[in-house]
């Protein structure tokens, strides 16, 4: 495995990502990417072998609630001041010849 360049051309990387960056926090921007990448550098030499993965880091069970009907059906309630209905369902004007 060859040794990557460890220095950051971050004019490369922001046009890549579609960034700007002000002049004045470009250091400081370089030292955080430096950061974040040897951050990378360190979990990727940890041995994980045997463990399986996750598909979500909780391992808990979501409580839901019970799925009961408890409203009862209002249509005409709902539509008794439409212009215009028939058979349960509004009508509206055409607007697409």
Known sequence: MSE???TIDLAH???LARLNFDPNTTESART???KIIAMIDVMQ???T???APL???LDGAQRLRQDLINETEQREKFQHTAPAK????YLVP???D
């Open 13 to 15: 990387l922001a046009n």
């Open 4 to 6: 990557i360049d460890p």
């Open 86 to 89: 028939a058979e349960g369902y």
């Open 49 to 51: 072998e045997g463990v």
């Open 32 to 34: 955080d990417l430096e």
């Open 94 to 96: 055409r607007v697409v």
């Open 45 to 47: 030499d940890v041995d």
């Open 55 to 57: 598909s979500h880091p």
